[in-house]
Each structure stands twice: as C-alpha cells, then as structure tokens.
C-alpha cells in the first residue's frame, strides 16, 4: 500500500476526519487493526475515500462509531474502515405521519429521547451495548425481541440512501408508508453487511408509545420446564410484545440448568391488564411471577441482548416450526462435544433461536472445534434450519457449507454485488 493508510487519509480529509495511528485498535476487524479509518463529513469527501482506496487497492469497510464485528466474508488487507460517526443528525420527522428521516450515524438512544417527547418510539431493539447507530443496526439486519411483533429491522425502514463501491449515491424507497413500485431494494440492503455499499441515511415507521410497559416473568428449571411454559403462553394467541426464554437467567452462571421465561405486554392500561391476568394464570397465577415495571423489564431485556453481542461466540438459528426441543438439544450437544456450556434465549413469537458462549469474566471458554461446529452446522441444516453468526473466531465463522455452494445462488449474490460495487473494494464473498 505504500505510505500507511492513515497518512494519504491525511491529505484527503482534515484532521478531524481521520483516526489518530494509536487508536486503530479500536476499530479492528476479524482480530487485525485497520491501516486507516475515515470520518468524513459530507458524501464527497466519502467519494474521495473510495476513489483513492479502489486506486491503492484497499477494501473499505462501511461502520457506525465502533469497531466492526460482523463483515460478510474474510477480508485481505490494507483495509480503511469507513465510518458514520459524524452523520448524527436528524434530517426530517413527521411526528403526525410517524416517520423519522435521519442520518445513518445518529444514535438510537438519541432518538429514543426525540421520539418520546412525542408519544412515539422506533421499535429497534438490536443486541449490543448503548451506541448503537442507526447504519450499524440497519446494515447488520439484526433484531432482538420485538421482531417477532413489531417486525425485523428491515420492516422498520420505509427508504434510505445508499453510496455505492464506486461513489454513486442512490436514494432507494421513500419517506411515506407506501411509497414502493417494483423491487423493493431497501429489503435487500437491510442486512447487507457493508457488502452493497454504505447506509448514509434512513427513513424510519414510528409506532405510538405504549402507555404501559409490563414484563411478567417465571423462573424455570431446564429446558423441558422452559418451552413447556413457553408453549402455554404462545397457546393464548394474545398481542405480547416479547416472550423469551432465556436459560440461564442474564447474569446467572451459564453452567446453571435454571432459567427464565420473560414475557413483554406493551400497550393501553387497560388491555395490558387483561393480558397479564390470562399470562399469570397459564403459567401457574400470580404466586408464580414476578412483575417488572417499565425499567425493571428493559433492564432485564437489555441484559440479554448485552449478553449475545458480548460472547465469544454467538449464533441464530432459525427453527423449523415446531422443532424448539430438536433445536435446544442441537445446542447443548456442542457441550456434550467438549464445549462450554452455551446460553440459550428462545423466542416464542418467531422462529429464531439464539445461542452463545460467553467469554470474560473468568477462565477463557472452550469453543467448539471446527469438526463438531461443522457437524453441527450439518445436522441443523439436515434439520432444515438455518444458521447465522454473529461472533466468531475466523476458523467457526466460515467452516465452510458442508453441503457445498448453489451455483445459482452465487451466480446471482455475484451479480448484486458487481452492480452495486462494480470497483470490488468493499467487503463480501470473494468472486471466483
């Protein structure tokens, strides 16, 4: 690359602009520092970065205001990471129309605040601790709790723009609920990892805040216990807002059998109220839950999500209908195997299964080797679920597919991404 990454972003942005050579290790990706990171102020200075890192042959990762921890595919250096942590603002909000138009680098706790005031909230509930941003989530597609009501990140989004590999900026979608004719792009950028280009704003669907905010939960012991109180509240066909089991208990030991399930009603005082009393008596009356409280509930599910976006080693499955025990006995066989005990939170309003190996805190955890993840990825798919990483080691994140690649699948992800990123510098399935 000749001169270091950050030296020639030196000449192409001010000062402000570019990442001091002692603090890229902030920002590092699959476990090496970048050789620069870029904060620039305005489309063309991004413009700029792309050109010059297509004429050095760098890869640009797109990113919020932290470090990347989720790219699409193992990535060659030199490498300059791309970020959006000086697009914070907000660009329009409609609190009539509820919608909300703002810069992918704005916070979501930031907009939390801005929407209340006005009786409305975002229904973005992703894991990770505070300082999540707009971009980062919407990029990664990854949801918590509430996408099983409320819809994944990619339902939340009614348009966004969208700088491509070779600088062009498309405005994809709009600002009003119905406002698609033709292919719905935006669906297909939720969740692209960086690998179409870089979120420089979005469009936002705003929901009425609730007047209350309920959790009920009950402690359970294992797994049978676990999804036989789970079933009981999915057989009530109620409106909840969340229902995870979560084994063990956030904050509990991950070697404990006991857990517990943690159900969310949101809404009218009235009909929250019913809610929990047909809640409480599926899972035994009200001597057998707890009540949680707005903040007492957040803090719980916030715990979780902490818990999945700070593990060594994290994964979603999605479950075939009605394969909830096939699943959790998939996941504790990886300890069976020599492994960690895993956590396990199970969703009772969709189909996805997460699971991890918490790392810190103690005595460095054993993951699966290759060969027993590789089974496991193998017995899951035979199983007909799907498997997603999150955090992984390099050799655990890309085993490979046991089952090997659909030629026509490839032949179209590399038809995308040469339209999208025609100058191939940004990060994705490497072309053949």
Same mark, same amino acid.
């Given at each position: 690359?000749?001169?270091?990454?950050? /030296?020639?972003?030196?000449?192409?942005?001010?000062?402000?602009?570019?990442?001091?050579?002692?603090?890229?290790?902030?920002?590092?990706?699959?476990?090496?520092?970048?050789?620069?990171?870029?904060?620039?102020?305005?489309?063309?200075?991004?413009?700029?970065?792309?050109?010059?890192?297509?004429?050095?042959?760098?890869?640009?990762?797109?990113?919020?205001?932290?470090?990347?921890?989720?790219?699409?595919?193992?990535?060659?250096?030199?490498?300059?990471?791309?970020?959006?942590?000086?697009?914070?603002?907000?660009?329009?909000?409609?609190?009539?129309?509820?919608?909300?138009?703002?810069?992918?680098?704005?916070?979501?706790?930031?907009?939390?605040?801005?929407?209340?005031?006005? $009786?409305?909230?975002?229904?973005?509930?992703?894991?990770?601790?505070?300082?999540?941003?707009?971009? !980062?989530?919407?990029?990664?597609?990854?949801?918590?709790?509430?996408?099983? /009501?409320?819809?994944?990140?990619?339902?939340?989004?009614?348009?966004?723009?969208?700088?491509?590999?070779?600088?062009?900026?498309?405005?994809?979608?709009?600002?009003?609920?119905?406002?698609?004719?033709?292919?719905?792009?935006?669906?297909?950028?939720?969740?692209?990892?960086?690998?179409?280009?870089?979120?420089?704003?979005?469009?936002?669907?705003?929901?009425?805040?609730?007047?209350?905010?309920?959790?009920?939960?009950?402690?359970?012991?294992?797994?049978?216990?676990?999804?036989?109180?789970?079933?009981?509240?999915?057989?009530?066909?109620?409106?909840?807002?969340?229902?995870?089991?979560?084994?063990? !208990?956030?904050?509990?030991?991950?070697?404990?059998?006991?857990?517990?399930?943690?159900?969310?009603?949101?809404?009218?005082?009235?009909?929250?109220?019913?809610? /929990?009393?047909?809640?409480?008596?599926?899972?035994?009356?009200?001597?057998?839950?707890?009540?949680?409280?707005?903040?007492?509930?957040?803090?719980?599910?916030?715990?979780?999500?902490?818990?999945?976006?700070?593990? !060594?080693?994290?994964?979603?499955?999605?479950?075939?209908?009605?394969?909830?025990?096939?699943?959790?006995?998939?996941?504790?066989?990886?300890?069976?195997?020599?492994?960690?005990?895993?956590?396990?939170?199970?969703?009772?309003?969709?189909?996805?299964?997460?699971?991890?190996?918490?790392?810190?805190?103690?005595?460095?955890?054993?993951?699966? !080797?290759?060969?027993?993840?590789?089974?496991?990825?193998?017995?899951?798919?035979?199983?007909?679920?799907?498997?997603?990483?999150?955090?992984?080691?390099?050799?655990?994140?890309?085993?490979?597919?046991?089952? $090997?690649?659909?030629?026509?699948?490839?032949?179209?992800?590399?038809?995308?991404?040469?339209?999208?990123?025609?100058?191939?510098?940004?990060?994705?399935?490497?072309?053949?």
């Amino acid at each position: 690359m000749g001169d270091g990454g950050a /030296s020639f972003l030196e000449r192409l942005l001010p000062s402000e602009g570019v990442e001091s050579p002692g603090e890229l290790g902030k920002w590092r990706v699959q476990g090496r520092a970048p050789d620069g990171v870029a904060f620039p102020a305005d489309l063309d200075q991004a413009r700029a970065v792309l050109r010059v890192a297509r004429e050095r042959r760098c890869t640009v990762v797109p990113a919020g205001r932290g470090p990347v921890v989720n790219v699409p595919a193992p990535i060659s250096p030199p490498t300059i990471v791309l970020s959006t942590g000086r697009w914070g603002g907000v660009k329009r909000y409609e609190p009539a129309d509820l919608t909300l138009r703002v810069e992918s680098g704005a916070l979501l706790e930031t907009l939390d605040g801005i929407t209340r005031e006005h $009786g409305q909230w975002l229904a973005l509930d992703p894991p990770g601790a505070p300082g999540r941003t707009v971009g !980062s989530v919407l990029a990664s597609g990854v949801g918590g709790p509430w996408s099983g /009501s409320f819809g994944a990140p990619r339902d939340q989004v009614l348009g966004l723009g969208l700088l491509q590999g070779d600088g062009t900026h498309l405005r994809l979608g709009g600002d009003v609920v119905k406002n698609v004719a033709g292919f719905d792009l935006v669906r297909l950028v939720v969740g692209s990892r960086g690998s179409l280009g870089l979120i420089t704003d979005a469009s936002l669907r705003l929901h009425p805040a609730p007047e209350v905010d309920r959790t009920l939960t009950v402690p359970v012991e294992g797994v049978e216990e676990g999804v036989d109180a789970l079933k009981a509240v999915q057989g009530l066909l109620l409106p909840l807002a969340a229902v995870e089991l979560l084994l063990p !208990s956030p904050g509990g030991n991950t070697g404990s059998a006991g857990g517990v399930l943690a159900v969310r009603i949101m809404g009218w005082t009235a009909a929250v109220d019913r809610m /929990s009393e047909k809640v409480a008596e599926s899972l035994g009356g009200w001597e057998a839950v707890s009540v949680l409280e707005e903040q007492e509930g957040r803090a719980l599910f916030r715990e979780a999500g902490a818990r999945e976006a700070s593990s !060594s080693f994290s994964v979603r499955v999605t479950v075939p209908s009605g394969a909830r025990e096939e699943a959790v006995a998939w996941v504790h066989g990886l300890a069976r195997r020599g492994s960690s005990a895993p956590w396990v939170h199970l969703s009772g309003l969709s189909e996805v299964l997460r699971m991890g190996i918490a790392g810190g805190g103690g005595p460095d955890p054993k993951l699966p !080797s290759p060969d027993v993840w590789t089974h496991f990825l193998r017995t899951a798919r035979e199983g007909g679920a799907g498997v997603r990483v999150l955090h992984a080691p390099d050799e655990l994140r890309w085993p490979g597919v046991p089952s $090997g690649v659909d030629p026509v699948a490839h032949a179209l992800s590399t038809g995308i991404r040469d339209t999208f990123d025609p100058w191939g510098i940004l990060p994705g399935v490497p072309r053949p």
